[in-house]
């Protein structure tokens, strides 16, 4: 009898669908699974039996409603069916009270949130359930997903891990902070399909955007727009300029749970404030979360190209002191994140890992957001493929112009086809080592080093410019600790018949994070000869009371020298920019969860003011704090 028939409860069993879906931890409340792969319902009936051969049951999903007759199958397709949703019932288990239903989406089914309607018709009535929600997210394990990863261990480190490392400092001297991802803290999973929802695209058309999130590549538009906050209702302000007090300091973020909740719960208010490392982290953890494998990667001494022709301009006095006039800039690194997918929208050869940069530069189609752009596309030089390929070129492979001018005249270029992007890394899988990525972003092609002579010269009574003679290169010896003494080394090799008297003027700014260099605070020059055919090396040493007052601990310096032929003007230029490293702090855990936080002071004077402070994630309720009084401490948690 199934007159009276009426549904009961619906059982979503989300501990089994959570296990074999690889998504707990993701959800309290709701049911969360990936595409592509069954899920199982279990239906419970009041008021007679359930007869499938008579009964007709139709699911309803999503808005907008996606229909499903439920059939029966011997068993439910492993697979599933790639266009069609599937609702599934075991022979076996007609007749009864309940029924277990394995219900499976087509694995281009759309990213987000579904409504889950059950509509029971029998011969006598119809009646519909609305009986709750269930999020569908992407599926790297599933090899027709366009992000499918087919290493396990990459899938556990870009997709599950909720825990990695950011790089910065500068290429001599990397430095490392933690970040949490957590994307299984509350809230977290709800701000990302709320971003989804709040996203110009579906403000606009929510049916087309539905069908399109089917997509990665159109996810990752979307979603790398919303990271900041410019033209939409996105997550992060970014700012750059030292004064954060309505806010929070960018370095002071340890993870991407915070700002996420923040964003959610202040009603998609931007929160304050972003720096590309940031920027990177939250877009990372949104993509995780959506199931695409996702990486963080820093790339030091990455340029700003502000209009896309792959050069970077910087203009130099004969004293070595580099000038504010180019818009173009060089960051001492850069953070954006790498997304695993398919292109199905190009040629062959452009799968795989895609360069995403949510941090706001330069508009991309009228907005601020930049790629996908296929990593091949940049070791491989092809300009036209989409997305912003010339301007993520010229961030890792471009060439700096430098040139010397002197009176509004041009005493010297040189073109440097290696000081961009000297290194490009990323958190090794499964360990905490950095992985070095630089040989998938820059191409086999060695681009010469030019070196160009100014114009207006060439009788063959003066001397043969010396800039076809002399090589010259800038190093610095070690790597520099802050509070210590800076050597620098000056190699000038000789190639000329002619005995040479030269000027030497060395200089070091100090540079903010992405701007140009402040005036010079320390100078050194020297007068020199070179013999014919000979080697020449020079020193200098930056004292620590030269650069106590002026810098600080992660302080970025240009240091260029010039050397310049006191017949002609003519001058060449080397440049070299550095960061300092800290003497290190020691930590060492005893047990009963006693710390010991060692800091030796090793500078010639007493630190005064100096706050160290700890910080310990569900060990410790807040940061805490200490003043350092003497020049050795020692503090016991
Ligand atoms: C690149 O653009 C700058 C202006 O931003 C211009 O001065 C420079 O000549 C251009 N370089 C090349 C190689 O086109
Ligand atoms: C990174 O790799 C590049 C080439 O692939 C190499 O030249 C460079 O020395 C490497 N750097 C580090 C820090 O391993
Ligand atoms: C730096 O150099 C000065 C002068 O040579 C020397 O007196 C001082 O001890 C050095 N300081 C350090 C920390 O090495
Ligand atoms: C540049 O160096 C020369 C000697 O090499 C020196 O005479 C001159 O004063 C220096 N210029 C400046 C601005 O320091
Ligand atoms: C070199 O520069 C100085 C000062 O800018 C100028 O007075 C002199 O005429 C220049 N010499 C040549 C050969 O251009
Ligand atoms: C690069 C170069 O030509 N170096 C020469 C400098 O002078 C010495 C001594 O004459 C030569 O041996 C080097 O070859």
């Known amino acids: 009898t199934e007159g009276n028939l009426r549904l009961r409860l619906v059982n979503f069993e989300h501990k089994e669908n959570h296990i074999s879906h690889e998504t707990q931890g993701l959800s309290e409340n709701h049911l969360v699974v990936r595409r592509g792969k069954p899920f199982k319902l279990t239906l419970m009936f009041g008021g007679g039996t359930w007869n499938p051969r008579t009964a007709s049951h139709l699911l309803m999903l999503g808005s907008p409603f996606i229909f499903c007759k439920l059939i029966f199958i011997e068993a439910p397709s492993k697979s599933g069916d790639l266009q069609r949703w599937s609702a599934a019932v ?39 359930y609305a009986v709750g929600t269930f999020i569908l997210l992407c599926n790297p394990w599933h090899q027709d997903d366009p992000v499918y990863m087919p ?35 509350s809230g977290v999973l709800e701000a990302c399909l709320t971003l989804l929802q ?58 991407s749970a915070d700002i996420l909740q923040q964003w959610l719960s202040s009603k998609f208010k931007p929160v304050r404030y972003g720096q590309c490392w940031v920027f990177a982290s939250v877009l990372c953890t949104v993509m995780r979360v959506l199931g695409i494998p996702s990486r963080v990667v ?13 050069t970077i301009e910087e203009y130099y006095t004969t004293t070595g002191e580099k000038l504010g006039w180019s818009r173009d800039s060089i960051w001492n690194f850069h953070v954006w994140v790498e997304c695993w997918m398919r292109r199905s929208d190009l040629s062959p050869g452009f799968d795989g890992w895609q360069v995403v940069d949510p941090t ?63 290194l490009i890394c990323t958190k090794s899988v499964g360990s905490s080592c950095l992985s070095n990525l630089t040989h998938s972003y820059k191409g086999l092609k060695s681009k010469k080093a030019l070196i160009t002579k100014p114009k207006a010269r060439q009788t063959s009574a003066e001397p043969t410019p010396m800039s076809e003679d002399e090589e010259m290169s800038l190093t610095i010896e070690g790597s520099p600790v802050f509070g210590k003494n800076i050597s620098f080394c000056v190699k000038v090799t000789n190639r000329s018949s002619q005995m040479r008297t030269l000027r030497e003027n060395f200089s070091t700014q100090l540079k903010e994070y992405n701007r140009n260099p402040q005036h010079s605070f320390w100078t050194a020059h020297k007068e020199i000869s070179i013999q014919p055919y000979k080697d020449l090396t020079l020193y ?70 100096a706050v160290l402070s700890v910080e310990g994630s569900g060990l410790l309720q807040q940061k805490q704090e200490t003043r350092l009084v003497y020049s050795q401490s020692v503090i016991q948690l």
């Open 360 to 422: 706001p530069q330069e508009l991309s189609r009228g907005v601020y957001r930049c790629g996908p752009c296929p990593v091949a596309a940049i070791r491989e030089r092809c300009l036209l493929v989409p997305y912003d390929t010339p301007f993520l070129y010229a961030s890792v492979d471009g060439d700096v112009h430098r040139v010397i001018v002197d009176n509004g005249h041009v005493v010297g270029e040189t073109l440097d086809s290696k000081a961009v992007g000297r």
């Open 198 to 255: 709040v996203s110009p695209q579906h403000q606009r058309d929510s049916n087309k955007d539905y069908i399109l999130r089917t997509d990665p590549v159109y996810l990752s538009l979307v979603i790398c727009a919303m990271i900041n906050s410019k033209d939409d209702q996105g997550i992060l302000l970014g700012k750059w300029d030292n004064d954060y007090s309505d806010g929070v300091k960018p370095t002071d973020w340890t993870g």
């Open 90 to 128: 075991h022979p076996g288990e007609s007749r009864s009270q309940s029924v277990t239903v394995n219900i499976c989406s087509p694995v281009l089914s759309s990213v987000g949130v579904y409504q889950l309607v059950v509509q029971i018709e029998t011969m006598q009535n119809k009646q519909t």
């Open 151 to 185: 290493v396990k261990e990459q899938i556990e480190e870009y997709v599950k891990s909720d825990y990695g490392w950011v790089y910065f400092g500068s290429s001599a001297n990397v430095q490392s902070r933690p970040w949490l991802f957590g994307q299984y803290e």
């Open 540 to 609: 200098h040493t930056l004292h620590y009371s030269d650069y106590e007052s002026t810098l600080a601990a992660d302080s970025v310096v240009n240091a260029a020298v010039v050397l310049q032929d006191p017949r002609t003007n003519e001058s060449i230029l080397s440049a070299q920019e550095f960061s300092m490293s800290c003497v290190p702090i020691e930590m060492e855990v005893k047990r009963h969860q006693t710390a010991h936080v060692t800091f030796t002071n090793q500078l010639d004077k007493v630190l005064s003011g």
């Open 298 to 310: 820093t790339v030091f001494d990455a340029a700003h190209d502000t209009n896309a022709n792959t």
